[in-house]
T-cell receptor, first 111, second 117 residues
Framework: GDSVTQMEGPVTLSEEAFLTINCTYT??????LFWYVQYPGEGLQLLLK?????DKGSNKGFEATYRKETTSFHLEKGSVQVSDSAVYFC??????????FGTGTRLTIIP | GAVVSQHPSWVICKSGTSVKIECRSL??????MFWYRQFPKQSLMLMAT?????????EQGVEKDKFLINHASLTLSTLTVTSAHPEDSSFYIC?????????????FGDGTRLSIL
């Protein structure tokens, strides 16, 4: 079946550090890929998405590139801020709006 | 502001009681809503897909008689945990889509933490 494997956390970084959160997937078709973010006390919000191979999603300084050859969608940010502290979920979707999520990665940025 | 409202945010009840959780889309019509369950430090697991005006579609392993879903209008879906037991304690999250497929993002509620004593 479809699945998402996400880098386990928690991840703790200093402010302005480079961030990578790994995500790989297994899917029977050609999925769309998503990163969602959950800030403390809030619901999930879409951070970025990519719908086909080689697409790059970007938002708020975060980027992720849909790599079909490695079945990956790693999340990166060049310089993290304290306000980026949250839980990040990688997810895939196959046409019918159903999403399959990874386990989530808790990110803490220290000043 | 929030576009999907989930209520209550936290509930504690005795074993054997039934608990209803509401999920409302505030400024759009949601033809499809999804109910997820999240265990501590684990992923969101899709429980069921709720379609307005028709029966919900449950994922494998989810007891439909235990988790009753009703989607009676384009802005409201409810999840009722019947005869709840401590093993039903979890974090339940709903999301709503506007029927545009994956081209439109799903909007998530803030979740309901259910604790069964």
């Amino acid at each position: 079946g479809d699945s998402v494997t996400q880098m386990e956390g928690p991840v703790t970084l200093s402010e302005e550090a480079f961030l990578t959160i790994n995500c790989t997937y297994t899917a029977t078709g050609y999925p769309s890929l998503f990163w969602y973010v959950q800030y403390p006390g809030e619901g999930l919000q879409l951070l970025l998405k990519a719908t086909k191979a080689d697409d790059k999603g970007s938002n708020k300084g975060f980027e992720a590139t849909y790599r079909k050859e490695t079945t990956s969608f790693h999340l990166e940010k060049g310089s993290v801020q304290v306000s980026d502290s949250a839980v990040y979920f990688c997810a895939l979707g196959l046409g019918n709006e159903k999403l399959t999520f990874g386990t989530g990665t808790r990110l803490t940025i220290i000043p | 502001g929030a576009v999907v409202s989930q209520h209550p945010s936290w509930v504690i009840c005795k074993s054997g009681t039934s608990v209803k959780i509401e999920c409302r889309s505030l400024d759009f019509q949601a033809t499809t809503m999804f109910w997820y369950r999240q265990f501590p430090k684990q992923s969101l697991m899709l429980m069921a897909t709720s379609n307005e005006g028709s029966k919900a579609t449950y994922e494998q392993g989810v007891e439909k008689d235990k988790f009753l879903i009703n989607h009676a209008s384009l802005t409201l879906s409810t999840l009722t945990v019947t005869s709840a037991h401590p093993e039903d304690s979890s974090f339940y999250i709903c999301s709503a889509g506007g029927g545009g497929g994956l081209s439109q993002p799903q909007h998530f509620g803030d979740g309901t933490r259910l604790s069964i004593l």
